[in-house]
């Protein structure tokens, strides 16, 4: 079971768990020792009619009573404080290798997915260490203990009297193994429902407008019900099994009583044993049933522990080499000698050949179709893929080479979309530079044409963004993205140029900060507009992973190729 | 350890408000399970046989101990066991029975109460959707839903089943002796005031513990959602410091409180019960010696002790799921009760095959929740089969004028006709039928291109999907996707471009062939191919029926019939490109500055 692969979690809290253990022992021995005062009082106290005997039995299982009660506290305490700590460790270690998974493993992973992972599963692992281990650790005490005493006492019965445990546990097992499987359908369909809900939600509009809203009713009816049918076979499963324990332990207490009964009455055997053999017996029972949920709940953490391990078993394909090259300030040459890139399920090469050379400070400009490999190209300088052939390098360094913080940490980057995090304005320009000052920030902002309308919030670079805070127009986004970038001072600098939602004021305000964030650097935009292309000491006009021409404007207008097809259309549109 | 602040929003989230039993949400969830009444009575008619000859168990222990081996009996003994064993069968069959039948009607009525919800989701008004999040809706339908299953399905029976087992041990223990069972009865108040303070300290802390994890919910799906940025910008090592030592700490802190509370409560009701056996083991000792009791009532009296206290940790326990499932009722309840702003009226027409005329007709606007007006006073003809570009600044009305074509909400004053049908009297899914809407940024539904396109409409052939796909110029980028037609674009279409995402949406409105198209124009700005394949798409979109274009380039606005300049609320110019570029107005300005390159 990958639960054993967990050990690790646990490793650093061997000192805690041993305790604890000692502490559940105490317990159990404890718990199988009330019974045999409750024996001397009825076969000695009672039969013989010592009252100090009754006295001191009374004594006894209060103090026992109390000393039980103390224990079982600690041991609740101790078992979630374990738990507790294997959880966060668990989590902390999820988070950071999520944080540092290469752009192609989270190009397929779903955001919903690794918070459950991050969440549900670690909890699933939480609660069975917390709860389950320790109840499983008490059982084998118990049944072990149990067992012996009623063995010292007589064979006989203790062979009549633990028949049914066999059937119970047997069937508690095979429950278990079906069980887990049946759950695990159970979520997928709560899955299922709730993702054709969230998408429902998502696309209301198309949904109206297309009055459509029949057809996904059906839909939803059809997830509704198999979860309604999922959720039935478990618990029919469930109906059969939970009456079926409880009806064996029943059956224990017949057994022994009817066997053992006939032995009191042989003289065989006194009747303050035959009580105490049916608390045994009991003894046994309840964790037997408790099995049920214990198996369940092992089937449940298992499944949290191998989603879990799952996401720990991705390596981390970009991370900086053993002897990364702590990259010094960068001149800003970038070099692509022979590169091809294929990104992983897809059937064909995003880059193939690309070899392109670009000198500090130049501003390049890359233009083509759609899906012609522009981001690929870029995406490759902050080694955000690596390269299936060739080499990407800057100021001569092999990217892969490099120290990854020290390379990135000079490159800025501004998206189209540009993302912004629920904090502070203040604290989101200062997102690549947490120790900036104020003053730095102030400047960055004013440069990227933000300060103004920052400064119109009621508390200003204070205001908080995000789903808990202002709604910033998409304008708004791209210039605190832009002094984000320019708060880097960035040697290299990659843009993408396509302005989405903005009126043509804004778009002359975001133009011009890109103008001063671009000033005095390598620059790299993904142009669709002709102005930017125009003053370009480079242009790169690419075509299915391929860069098809290389130029200023007016060499490539008098090449008379793709550039000046592209051109002209433009022109005439 | 150092206690850490948390941000004020942790603490303000609805879903960590709980309650106590409000007979008023109680009442109103009842009547979800009143279709199942009979089922739910007979199932409580057979849980009560099972806990009688559960309860009954001690006392053949009793009768067997003392009128079977003290009075050397063996033919008691034998029946007390034959007894015992027909209960133990009976109680077989009944435990089944109910848990079955409990479970058919638990998860009936969590399937009726979804499909309830979904069947509102579905009328509700979009300016409901612009106020309640997606994750919100979530997590009515699913999570407060589940909450309130388990609570049907397990607690409500558990409750009563402890509730029964409490009265008939106390009954069995009377019966018995009632000296005893006054002395086990002392604890009883004990018991119900270390539950009270318990339940207030436990509340206190799981409601921290619940505040704490969504904290550590918001920081992953913040950063996951933002990991590109995350790693442009080499955070990672300060995002690891703060989610350790900040978030995922709090977390483990108030996890750890949660445990010391309840590590302080649970041994209570173990020393309560340890000190009512120690009672009763020494007073009835004595009564045994003094011949009032037989040793087989203190036997069978100790035992009761131990199943009298389990229904009550029980039920304290129960009282926090009760908590839980009255505050998701509440919630449920609360969305259910969500005003249905635009329904059809009861003298609903259908509406017949339209030509698509449409008439705005002194038609004036404003939100139920603001009485400013977003439109003034706004007459406009258009004739059928026409293109009509609406223009002006973001924010002048141009939105909410064609979301009241397509009836999203209805007018404050006057009227909108289509083909000289008021809106308001025909019903809105034969309006719609007859409308296609394109929106700025297209929404694709997880599943194949195919799928996507159908969406238009629903039983189309492959054959018509294509030549819908064909006709807006998408069929060739299609075709080179990884599974043509068949591949599956995947959450929000995000396999795909702007560009790609918008002609998919083409084809869809394409492929119903509405007589009315309303079309959001989209400003980003793609490459100059795609722009012209966009170009042409839109022409073809337009031809033979009546369009409403929020338009930005200025291809489109030049080539339409009408073009219609929006500004503050009402139109300030109605005219063809060159009639409006002759009167030197807000259009000639709008014109001047370029509408976009």
């Known amino acids: 079971m990958s639960i054993f692969r967990l050990r690790f979690a646990i490793k650093p809290y061997l000192i805690q768990i041993a305790f604890s253990a000692l502490n559940l022992l105490g317990l159990t021995a404890l718990s199988l020792y009330m019974p045999r005062i409750m024996r001397d009082l009825i076969d000695n106290g009672l039969a013989r009619g010592d009252s100090r005997l009754i006295i001191q039995s009374a004594l006894l299982l209060l103090g026992l009573g109390l000393l039980t009660a103390a224990l079982s506290g ?500 | 350890m150092t206690t850490i602040t948390h941000p004020a929003y942790v603490t303000q989230s609805e879903e960590l408000y709980d309650k106590g039993l409000d007979p008023q949400v109680a009442r109103r969830l009842i009547k979800f399970i009143l279709p199942y009444k009979w089922q739910l009575l007979f199932s409580a008619a057979l849980m009560l046989v099972a806990t009688a000859s559960s309860v009954i168990g001690p006392y053949l222990v009793k009768i067997a101990i003392d009128d079977g081996l003290n009075a050397h009996n063996p033919l008691v003994l034998r029946n007390t066991a034959l007894v015992y064993l027909a209960a133990a069968i009976i109680r077989w069959g009944f435990i089944y029975w109910r848990v079955k039948i409990m479970a058919l009607v638990g998860q009936s009525v969590i399937y009726d109460l979804r499909k309830m919800l979904f069947a509102h989701l579905q009328r509700l008004s979009l300016g409901f959707y612009s106020r309640y999040s997606v994750g919100r809706v979530i997590t009515r339908v699913i999570n407060d839903v589940e909450t309130l299953r388990e609570f049907i399905t397990w607690a409500v029976l558990a409750i009563a089943r402890d509730l029964f087992a409490l009265v008939g041990i106390i009954i069995a223990m009377l019966t018995l002796n009632a000296k005893l069972s006054l002395i086990t009865f002392i604890t009883i108040p004990l018991m119900v005031l270390a539950t009270r303070i318990y339940r207030r300290s436990a509340r206190l802390a799981y409601r921290k513990v619940r505040a704490a994890i969504s904290w550590v919910n918001s920081v992953l799906a913040e950063n996951i959602n933002g990991i590109r940025v995350v790693q442009a910008f080499s955070r990672q090592t300060h995002n690891y410091q703060h989610f350790s030592q900040v978030t995922n700490r709090y977390h483990l802190q108030t996890l750890l409180h949660a445990a010391k509370v309840a590590a302080t409560f649970m041994p209570i009701v173990d020393i ?81 095959a339209i030509r698509g005329d449409v008439r705005f007709d002194q038609l004036s606007f404003h939100y139920s929740d603001d009485p400013t007006l977003v439109l003034r006073d706004i007459s406009l003809s258009v004739p059928a089969g026409s293109t009509v570009a609406l223009v002006g600044e973001t924010g002048a009305g141009k939105t909410t004028l064609v979301k009241l074509l397509s009836r999203f909400m209805d007018p404050t004053s006057g009227r909108l006709l289509v083909d000289g049908h008021d809106l308001r009297d025909i019903t809105q899914n034969s309006l719609r039928r007859q409308m296609g809407v394109v929106l700025q940024d297209p929404f694709l539904f997880n599943g194949t291109v195919k799928e996507n396109i159908k969406f238009g409409r629903l039983d189309a052939t492959d054959a018509e999907v294509q030549a819908a796909a064909q006709a807006v110029g998408a069929h060739e980028f299609i075709l080179r996707l990884k599974n043509g037609y068949e591949t599956s674009v995947e959450e929000g279409g995000v396999m795909l471009s702007v560009g790609q995402r918008q002609l998919i949406s083409f084809a869809r409105a394409l492929l119903a062939d509405p007589r009315i198209l309303v079309l959001d124009e989209a400003t980003s700005s793609v490459d100059t191919q795609t722009e012209q394949i966009i170009q042409k798409a839109l022409a073809r979109l337009f031809q033979g029926r009546t369009s409403f274009v929020i338009a930005h380039r200025l291809s489109t606005i030049t080539s339409a019939d009408l073009i219609v300049v929006v500004e503050g609320g009402s139109i300030s110019e109605q005219g063809t490109h060159a009639e409006l570029l002759a009167h030197q107005g807000k259009y000639f300005a709008l014109y001047q500055t370029g509408f976009q390159e």
């Open chain 1, 74 to 573: 600690l041991q609740r305490y101790l078992s979630e404080w374990i738990a507790g700590h294997v959880g966060y460790d668990l989590r902390n270690k999820l988070y950071d290798h999520i944080q540092n998974l290469s752009f192609s493993f989270h190009d397929h992973a779903q955001t919903g997915q690794l918070i459950s992972r991050c969440i549900e599963d670690v909890r699933a692992v939480q609660n069975f260490i917390g709860g389950s281990v320790v109840e499983l650790a008490q059982l084998v005490f118990l049944i072990v203990g149990a067992i012996s005493i009623m063995l010292s006492t007589n064979v006989t019965l203790t062979l009549i009297g633990i028949i049914p445990i066999f059937p119970m546990v047997w069937m508690t097992f095979d429950f278990g193994n079906r069980i887990t499987a049946m759950f695990f359908n159970v979520d997928n369909r709560l899955g299922d429902l709730s993702a054709r809900l969230q998408e429902n939600v998502s696309g209301v509009q198309v949904v109206r407008a297309f009055a459509r809203e029949n057809y996904e009713m059906e839909r939803f009816d059809e997830s509704n019900r198999a979860y309604y049918d999922a959720r039935i076979r478990v618990i029919s499963t469930w109906a059969v099994v939970m009456p079926t324990t409880d009806f064996l332990v029943t059956i224990c207490t017949i057994l022994i009583l009817w066997f053992g009964g006939s032995m009191v009455l042989r003289g065989e055997l006194s009747v303050g044993e035959l009580v105490a053999f049916n608390a045994y017996i009991l003894m046994l029972a309840a964790p037997a049933q408790q099995l049920t949920n214990l198996v369940n709940a092992a089937g449940e953490a298992s499944a949290g522990a191998q989603r879990a391990l799952e996401v720990l078993d991705t390596p981390a394909e970009i991370a900086s080499p053993a002897e990364a090259v702590n990259l010094p300030a960068l001149r800003g040459e970038v070099e692509f000698r022979g590169v091809a890139l294929k990104y992983q399920d897809e059937k064909q090469a995003s880059l193939a050949e690309v070899n392109l050379r670009v000198a500090p400070n130049q501003l390049v400009a890359l233009i083509g179709a759609t899906g012609s490999g522009k981001t690929s190209l870029v995406n490759l300088i902050p080694r955000f893929y690596d390269v299936t052939e060739g080499t990407v390098l800057v100021d001569g360094v092999d990217v892969r080479r490099a120290d990854l913080p020290s390379l990135r940490r000079q490159i800025g980057l501004v998206l189209q979309t540009s993302l912004l995090f629920s904090d502070s304005i203040k604290a989101n320009i200062a997102y690549g530079r947490p120790d900036a000052s104020d003053e730095e920030i102030f400047a960055a902002a004013r440069a990227a044409q933000a300060h103004e309308f920052i400064l119109g919030f009621p508390e200003g670079y204070e205001t908080l963004v995000g789903e808990r805070g202002v709604t910033l127009s998409g304008g708004q986004r791209q210039r605190v993205a832009i002094a984000r970038a320019l708060l880097m001072n960035p040697r290299i600098l990659i843009l993408d140029d396509s302005l989405s939602s903005v009126d043509t004021q804004t778009e002359r305000l975001i133009q011009e900060a890109l103008d001063q964030l671009m000033e005095g650097r390598t620059t790299f935009v993904i142009a669709h507009r002709l102005s930017t292309v125009r003053r370009a000491d480079l242009i790169v006009v690419m075509d299915q992973g391929q860069i098809v021409e290389t130029g200023t404007h007016v060499e490539l207008l008098a090449r008379g190729g793709l550039y000046k097809e592209i051109h002209d259309i433009q022109l005439s549109g």
């Open chain 2, 272 to 352: 309560l019960g340890a000190l009512a056996t120690a009672a009763v083991v020494y007073i009835g000792g004595t009564a045994v010696l003094g011949e009032s009791i037989t040793a087989g009532v203190l036997v069978g009296f100790v035992l009761y002790i131990d199943r009298y206290f389990d229904p009550i940790r029980d039920l304290s326990r129960r009282f926090d799921t009760l908590q839980s499932a009255m505050a998701g009722g509440e919630r449920i309840l609360a969305l259910l009760d969500m005003e249905v702003e635009v329904n059809d009226s009861a003298s609903a027409l259908e509406l017949p």
